[in-house]
């Protein structure tokens, strides 16, 4: 009998249940409350079990979906004990924590491990990953992602005050909770280097956090980034678009497209409106599933994600250009 687990009993985690229980029918599912303190049983899960308990029982994998600061704990004492693990975006909360995790698991052979950055898996980023290794585009000079969501509407089952992306301690904020834009960047583009910061609260949500960043970035060879993320916007939108010397390419993240714009003409490279965006989730745990024997694939490294939560200390630490705590 296969083992499964998911660590942790938030949102994300019951959405990771969910699928695991879809794409293992048969297996057993065990649950592990991030706090020790919520023994209620989700649905489609056989047991609620402590950590040890669960090391105990030989997981195939676990999923790891508590609040940030807690990863790479929870990680560390699993691949200790063989078991491979997929852990939830962001690595950590903290870039320190994150490049001792990545110092960790350089040390020995451990089982697989991977950060799950699921919008890599999203079809029309595979488009779009396809089409500028094809110098499509020719010389990228700009690229423009924003995201902009209403945090209040997110989570229909609490108050949005009372949730992990309004929480500072547990790893909240715009910057980390939508931080895919961040990943799918460096994914798509190379490393990056932090220009200016400036993030913003409102009086009309009234938190600790930052609920509005934007980012200028350059790259290597010199594209311009902008990058706008936030919880306030009421109609959501996620788009990308990139302006190289053959044309405007523009990424709907929402729609499932992909439209390219030159002087004369308009030609769609990719379009599945109907695309059902749990299925990119699915396709993340599948390849997770096989990477022992065919490698990471899309999947995010630790290393890749450590730049990530690099880059987001730094946009904290030199908001608008100056120190901040």
């Not at 790479?72 to 200790?80: G, P, S, V, Y």
């Not at 020719?138 to 945090?151: A, C, D, F, P």
């Not at 301690?169 to 190379?190: F, N, P, Q, R, V």
């Not at 490393?191 to 350059?218: F, N």
Request: hydrophobic share 40%.
């Amino acid at each position: 009998m296969s083992i499964y687990a998911v660590l942790g009993m938030g949102s994300i985690a019951k959405r990771h249940l969910k699928n695991l229980r879809f794409l293992y029918p048969d297996a057993d599912i065990y649950v592990v409350s991030s706090s020790g303190k919520n023994l209620n049983l989700p649905e489609g899960a056989n047991a609620v079990v402590s950590l040890e308990e669960l090391i105990k029982l030989k997981p195939t994998y676990v999923i790891i979906a508590s609040p940030a600061p807690y990863h790479t704990d929870a990680a560390k004492l699993l691949l200790q004990n063989r078991v491979p693990v997929l852990i939830e975006k962001p690595l950590s909360s903290d870039s320190a924590d994150a490049a001792k995790f990545l110092e960790f698991v350089s040390s020995k052979d451990y089982p697989s491990v991977a950060v799950g950055y699921c919008l890599r898996f999203l079809p029309s980023a595979l488009a779009v990953k396809a089409f500028l290794e094809t110098d499509g585009l020719g010389t990228i000079y700009n690229v423009s992602s924003i995201v902009g969501q209403y945090l209040p509407g997110w989570r229909a089952d609490k108050s949005y005050k009372d949730s992990v992306s309004a929480k500072k301690e547990l790893g909240g904020g715009a910057l980390l909770e939508l931080s895919h834009e961040l990943d799918y960047l460096m994914w798509l583009l190379g490393s990056v280097t932090l220009q200016h910061s400036w993030l913003r609260t409102t009086a009309e949500l009234g938190l600790e956090v930052e609920e509005i960043a934007d980012l200028v970035l350059t790259t290597e060879s010199g594209v311009h980034i902008t990058v706008h993320l936030d919880f306030i916007q009421k109609s959501t939108q996620r788009k990308c678009e990139f302006i190289g010397e053959k044309g405007r390419l523009v990424w709907d993240l929402l729609a499932n497209t992909v439209i390219i714009i030159d002087a004369t003409t308009t030609k769609v490279i990719y379009a599945d409106t109907q695309y059902d965006k749990n299925t990119m989730y699915l396709d993340m745990l599948k390849t997770f599933s096989a990477a022992e024997h065919n490698g990471m694939q899309e999947l995010a490294t630790i290393s890749s994600s450590l730049k990530v939560v690099q880059l987001i200390d730094a946009a904290k630490k030199t908001n608008k250009g100056r120190i901040i705590s």
